[in-house]
């Protein structure tokens, strides 16, 4: 298993500036994943993390409001840019021990509200 | 692509009944599923994992069945409690990331 820290918890920012979310993991893994789950929604991916390389992003989201980074196999940060209301969201990070058929583990998230 | 569906939205029910929570996905080309629970504003906890290859899954009060040509899986809780009351999410694994049903919101009165 894996055990994954969160930072921070929860926040709540001005619009229009930007957070930055660490996301810690006790082991290295192979997958990173980052996951936004807006109010009374389910979880969408935003990208997968790549050590090393740029992260894959999903449709309908872009590095220029969501950049990624991943230095080294047990860490990586997911900034939320210049934000408005509407990205106010609980941002969750997943790893998995490796690519393909196995389990998945999440961080506790970030619960940022934008006023 | 992938859809996944859960079944019903929300659940409410009295403390000691046994329940069956549904999980549906249209795509049965899939590695594994698996069940977590989510307190509300928290992260998800891992329940159960069933690979594709795999029937059930049991864990305490909790078993997980999987059809995987069907499209199906059922997670049920026997002899449920107050400490139940979470949204109880399916997620299928068809390559290197899940996707993720609406969830089943659960309130176990005492």
């Known amino acids: 298993s894996a055990v994954i820290s969160q930072k921070p918890s929860r926040d709540i920012c001005q619009r229009g500036t930007s957070l930055t979310i660490q996301c810690q993991v006790d082991s290295q893994v192979t997958m990173m994943f980052w996951y936004r789950q807006q109010p009374g929604q389910s979880l969408t991916l935003i990208a997968t993390?790549?050590?090393?390389?740029?992260?894959?992003?999903e449709s309908g989201f872009v590095i220029d409001k969501f950049p990624i980074s991943r230095p080294n196999l047990t860490f990586s940060t997911l900034t939320v840019s210049n934000m408005s209301p509407e990205d106010s969201s609980i941002y969750l990070c997943?790893?998995?021990?490796?690519?393909?058929?196995?389990?998945?583990?999440f961080g506790q998230g970030t619960r940022l509200t934008v006023v | 692509k992938q859809e996944v569906t859960q079944i019903p939205a929300a659940l409410s029910v009295p403390e000691g009944e046994n329940l069956v929570l549904n999980c549906s996905f249209t795509d049965s080309a899939i590695y594994n599923l698996q069940w977590f629970r989510q307190d509300p504003g928290k992260g998800l906890t891992s329940l159960l994992l069933i690979q594709s290859s795999q029937r059930e899954q049991t864990s305490g009060r909790l078993n997980a069945s999987l059809d995987k040509s069907s499209g199906r899986s059922t997670l049920y809780i026997a002899a449920s409690q107050p400490g139940d009351s979470a949204t109880y999410l399916c997620?299928?694994?068809?390559?290197?990331?899940?996707?993720f049903g609406p969830g089943t919101r659960l309130s176990v009165l005492p």
């Open positions: 997943s790893v998995a021990l490796k690519a393909g058929a196995t389990e998945a583990f």
């Open positions: 993390a790549n050590q090393g390389s740029e992260a894959t992003y």
């Open positions: 997620a299928v694994a068809g390559g290197q990331n899940f996707v």
